[in-house]
């Protein structure tokens, strides 16, 4: 079985630029995560979706954003890039919790570099 | 605010020894707990996860355990190898809402 696989691996861009970075879950999975690791810092809650809506998201400005799609993908799109949101953006996903939750399972990220 | 804490940033072990990882967490209604190793370039990795009705749970070389009195989760990796070494997270929640992860613990294995 497939795990959590996102894209790209790497992503170089300028500041002032809008990145996309993409996820697709494990087969089965209806809720999807996003994190922000900075270098030697833990991981950042960003956002949260399950059954393609918006359930929480954390402490980052709006130009943080994002969608999930029918078939369960995501999308994290990030607007006005700024230097330091130079991070490994990693993605996770989880199964409906039914009142449970789920363990999250992640994906090994994308690592954007802001020039 | 609510946050999960580990007591040592650095843990050295020699290969063979067992190791010990420590997280404080500050919330007493998390109700469920992850251990995850992050090795480098990688995503974390899902090890061992513990539910707040239990108080020990054990998995192939690894056992977490759970201290709801003193708010503090460990997790114990029997025999350490040197693929074991890796930055080692633990993460809480509570209520279903989003996990809260704590800095790491970073382990280094001797040989």
């Known amino acids: 079985e497939a795990g959590v696989t996102q894209s790209p691996t790497h992503l170089i861009k300028t500041r002032g630029q809008q990145a996309t970075l993409r996820c697709s879950p494990i087969?089965?999975?209806?809720?999807v995560y996003w994190y922000q690791q900075a270098l030697g810092l833990g991981l950042q809650f960003l956002l949260w979706y399950d059954e393609g809506e918006e359930r929480n998201r954390g402490n980052f400005p709006p130009r943080f954003s994002g969608r999930q799609f029918p078939n369960y993908s995501s999308e994290l799109n990030v607007n006005a890039l700024e230097l330091e949101d130079s991070a490994l953006y990693l993605c996770?996903?989880?199964?409906?919790?039914?009142?449970?939750?789920?363990?999250?399972?992640f994906g090994d990220g994308t690592r954007l570099s802001i020039l | 605010g609510e946050s999960v804490g580990l007591h040592l940033p650095t843990l050295s072990v020699q290969e063979g020894d067992n190791s010990i990882i420590n997280c404080a967490y500050s919330?007493?209604?998390?109700?469920?707990f992850i251990w995850y190793k992050q090795e480098s370039g990688k995503g974390p990795q899902f090890i061992i996860d513990?539910?707040?009705?239990?108080d020990k749970r054990q998995g192939q070389r690894v056992t977490v355990l759970l201290n709801k009195t003193v708010k503090h989760l460990s997790l114990q990796i029997a025999a350490t190898q040197p693929g074991d070494s890796a930055v080692y997270f633990c993460a809480e929640n509570h209520y279903g809402q989003n996990f809260v992860f704590g800095p790491g613990t970073r382990l280094s294995v001797l040989p």
């Open positions: 513990i539910r707040s009705n239990m």
């Open positions: 087969s089965g999975h209806t809720s």
């Open positions: 996770a996903s989880s199964l409906a919790g039914r009142g449970v939750v789920q363990p999250q399972h």
């Open positions: 919330n007493s209604a998390s109700d469920y």
